[in-house]
């Protein structure tokens, strides 16, 4: 079993920087895939970036291209989700995610383990 605790969330401007950590426990985090979806006030669970287990693969949501990067520490057991130039639209709780497997697939009911979130806010 894993374990899977976020922190890092807040309050932040618009264009400003945060960065929301992961800490796995119960299992190394070498032979699996991690990511973090969000959730957003009255939306589904949206799939937000995801790193292979080596780190040599990743994948992110066309909405945080080019502002977010996904990054891990297998030593530390910890994911991390560095976002820079911050929208409103941002806002959301932030899951960390954990998947066994060779993919990286981006739809939320195909990954097994979960955190139980930290919320973002961008203010405009």
């Known amino acids: 079993q894993v374990q899977l605790v976020e922190s890092g969330g807040g309050l932040v401007q618009a264009g400003g920087s945060l960065r929301v950590s992961c800490a796995a426990s119960g299992r190394t985090l070498s032979s699996l895939i991690l990511g973090w979806f969000r959730r957003a006030p009255g939306k589904e669970r949206e799939f937000v970036a995801a790193l292979s287990w080596n780190g040599g693969s990743s994948v992110y949501a066309d909405s945080v291209k080019g502002r977010f990067t996904i990054s891990r520490d297998n030593a530390k057991n910890t994911v991390y989700l560095q976002m820079n130039s911050l929208k409103p639209e941002d806002t959301a709780v932030y899951y960390c995610?954990?998947?066994?497997?060779?993919?990286?697939?981006?739809?939320?009911?195909?990954?097994?383990?979960w955190g139980q979130g930290t919320q973002v806010t961008v203010s405009s």
């Open positions: 995610a954990g998947r066994s497997g060779m993919r990286i697939i981006t739809t939320p009911h195909d990954w097994s383990y």
